[in-house]
Every structure is written in C-alpha cells, then in structure tokens.
C-alpha cells in the first residue's frame, strides 16, 4: 500500500522534506497541531506541556504498561502563525539524534482539503541518515492516518 505522507531527503543533505494531503480543512489541520487533548489522541502520546504560542514550549512523553518511558520529546516553539505556521525545535529526549529544527507549512487546498509540508533540518547529514534508518517513514504515515481519523470526526 503506497504511504500517503511523502518523504524526500537528498543524498547529502542535512535535511528533509515531508508532505501529505488531508481531507480536512485547513482549520481542522492546523488544530490538530495547535490543541493538546487532539495532539495527544493522533500522536498517542501524552502532552505535558503545549504553549501554542511564539516562544511557548512543549513537552512530549509516552509510557509502557510498566510505567517506563519509552518515549520523550521536547522544543520550544519560535514561530506560530495560525493556520499558516509553525516553526519549532524538536529533541527526542535519551537518544543521539540531537535537536532539530522543524517547520510546519499549513496550505488550504479546497474547502474541505488541505496540504501539510515539514521541512525538518538536522545538525548533520549522519544524524538525519540515522533518522532514516529507522521506520520513520512508516511510523510518520502511521500518524498522520491516526490524525486523519481523529480529526475527520469533528468536522
């Protein structure tokens, strides 16, 4: 099955390009980024902290059955422009990627469709190619589909 979030990195590059069409309006989109009870529902992760705001922060954690940490993430926000733009750092807590800097384009496409594109950037080519090398792609698709289904219902 063909993934419909896109994932572009050019050999050499520090940086990536990802991109997905949503069958939601741009409103719906944007919010899915900007409200923490939906963040937490597509992304199934908990929010502990989201300043949807220039300069605000955020932080990310998910847990297992046992109580442990399996994933954290954290980044202040630099940009935030309604329904237009994000711009953020992004570090995953406990790992060797180090912080990434993340922006968020938000496109209206029709009424009811609109258009996400990521520009990701790391500090070097090898830690985005060790990105790379993990399901990221598939992990992506897989949350963009949750957002998807979860944002549909409030149309």
């Known amino acids: ?5 896109k994932v572009i990195a050019e050999s050499g590059k520090q940086e990536m390009l990802i991109t997905r069409e949503f069958d939601l309006p741009l409103e719906l989109l944007f919010k899915a980024y900007a409200e923490a009870k939906l963040v937490e529902q597509w992304m199934g992760t908990k929010v502990l902290k989201l300043e949807s705001k220039k300069f605000g922060s955020y932080q990310f954690e998910k847990k297992d059955e046992q109580g442990n940490i399996t994933f954290s993430a954290n980044g202040v926000t630099h940009e935030f422009v309604p329904n237009q733009k994000i711009i953020r750092t992004f570090e995953m807590e ?5 912080v990434q800097l993340e922006i968020y384009k938000f496109e209206k496409l029709t009424d009811t469709t609109s258009k996400l594109s990521m520009h990701t950037i790391y500090e070097s080519v090898a830690l985005r190619d060790q990105v790379l090398q993990m399901p990221f792609a598939q992990g992506l698709n897989w949350a963009h589909n949750q957002l998807q289904e979860v944002v549909s ?3």
């Open 1 to 5: 099955m063909e993934q419909k979030t």
């Open 153 to 155: 219902k409030l149309k």
């Open 94 to 98: 406990n790992t060797p990627f180090g």
